[in-house]
């Protein structure tokens, strides 16, 4: 499990606006964490299929179908990263390539105002 890899996961339980159920999430941790494997959390950006998300500005990334092996066109929400357990991670889907993990973590930097 590294940076940039995308997996199904269970988002439940979750509350008001947060994505839930099952949906393909990309790991942003430090790949330092996700290579320990006593360190269970991971954290992650869900991804989501939905047009209005897709428009929420310079935190909402677009995913081309294909890429990591995407079966459709997807958002990266960066304003919505949350932890997980690791055991939340079911299944690998692919591996994002290094030009949208950089796109990524720009709407992470946006989500979070950094510089």
């Known amino acids: 499990m ?14 008001g606006s947060e994505q839930s159920g099952r949906r393909p999430c990309i790991v942003i941790s430090h790949d330092a964490f996700n290579q320990v494997p006593n360190w269970r959390s991971i954290i992650v950006v869900p991804l989501s299929t939905s047009k209005v998300q897709a428009k929420r500005g310079p935190t909402a990334i677009l995913l081309p179908k294909g890429s990591a092996n995407l079966k459709q066109s997807s958002v ?13 991670l079911t299944q690998p889907v692919g591996t994002l390539p290094k030009n949208l993990v950089y796109q990524i973590e720009n709407g992470i930097k946006a989500a979070l105002d950094l510089s």
Do not use: E, F, M, N
């Open 2 to 15: 590294k940076r940039g890899d995308i997996y199904w996961a269970d988002l439940k339980p979750r509350s």
């Open 76 to 88: 990266a929400l960066c304003h919505q990263v949350t932890t997980l357990d690791r055991s939340k």
